[in-house]
């Protein structure tokens, strides 16, 4: 074994953040790769069904008040106007600048091509394997973004983050990402961290990995009084109370760091938007960290933001109609954000099919007319110029990209 595959092994084992992903949503894989040009890609996961009509609101559709009464779609809306039929949720006010300087857009009524089972964790694996396969049929063990590494001419790989032990499916497969994911809890004393110090001094690779890490966890407020164990009760307690609220913010920074060195592409997750119940107060917290995110790379980047986009999508939609404790349950199609200022923005991209019943999918989702691939796979022919043919085999197998829609200046 190699001196870094042992230090490594090293790394893996002895250092720890916190607990896993699991019980603490607010942390998040992060992925950083190399790439030709100076484009930069973001791809932020929103795991747990974001509500696109609530993020998106159709306020032109007059059936819209009438299955939602009870989530504030109120004629309030109207004063995050879009377009005169589109609103944005008031939860991203501070976005509505960057509408009005055409670096934010939409699309709307798209999905992966998962249907009817409804299952988070299926319908995240599928939407970051790319395929269209369903998941009882061969499992697709890579991710798109892994795919895309692989057939990008020049692509090569910088340290990538994996904070907590869940793994991105996006980014799994042959090209060389490298993924650094702490198991276990250790309390670390200043004299092993100072040994920790030591030992990665003279490897630039795993020195700076090591102390990014810890400057993650300790602003995240996962490390205190000089250890990085959080118990239970602490982390439980700093998610019901908020007290982690700018960790959107902390993750985007440290991407936009990466971002503005060697780094041309970067992809984490955010959580917070399984919203069966109370949607209004749950979709709101979401959507400030989904901000946080955004503005957080537009001002760090500086003047790379204006060859970045800003891709962030979700495994599936959620219900026309709120359910009884003011809710929505899991649905089909949905909406994703873009922004950055490589996106043309100041639009609201797709084909609206309504939300009369009988144009519903199953007469309770809103009908997907579009594959949210197709916009991904679009994004990539513009930023580096990959052949459509090569996305629609390779990256996406078997995705009909359309009609390109134009996302970027």
Known sequence: MSDALSRRGFLLRASALGCSAAASPFMTPMTFAQAPGDNRLVVIILRGAMDGLDV??????????????GLGMSLDSTIMDLDGYFALHPALSDLMPLWKQGELAAAHAVSTPYRDKRSHFDGQDLLEAGTGADVDGPQVRDGWLNRMLQVLPGAGSETAFAIGRSEMKLVSGRAPVSSWSPDGRLDMSPQARLLLEEIYHDDPLFQVTSMDAIAIAENLGLASDNSF???????????????AAGDASVLASFAARRLNEEARIAAFSLGGWDTHRAQTRGISRALGNLQDA????????????????V??????GRTARENGTRGTDHGTGGAMILAGGAIRGGRVYGEWPGLEEVALYARRDLMPTSDVRSYIA???????GLEKSTLGTVVFPGLQLGRDPGLLV
């Open 56 to 69: 998106v609101r159709p306020i032109g559709d007059r059936l819209l008040r009438q299955y939602r009464p």
């Open 229 to 243: 164990g959080m118990s239970g009760k602490d982390m439980r307690a700093a998610v019901k109370t908020g007290s």
């Open 294 to 309: 955004i503005l957080t790379l537009k001002r760090e980047l500086g003047p790379r933001w204006d060859k970045t986009a």
């Open 311 to 316: 891709v962030a999508v979700t495994e599936f």
């Open 378 to 384: 679009w994004l990539m022919h513009g930023l580096y």
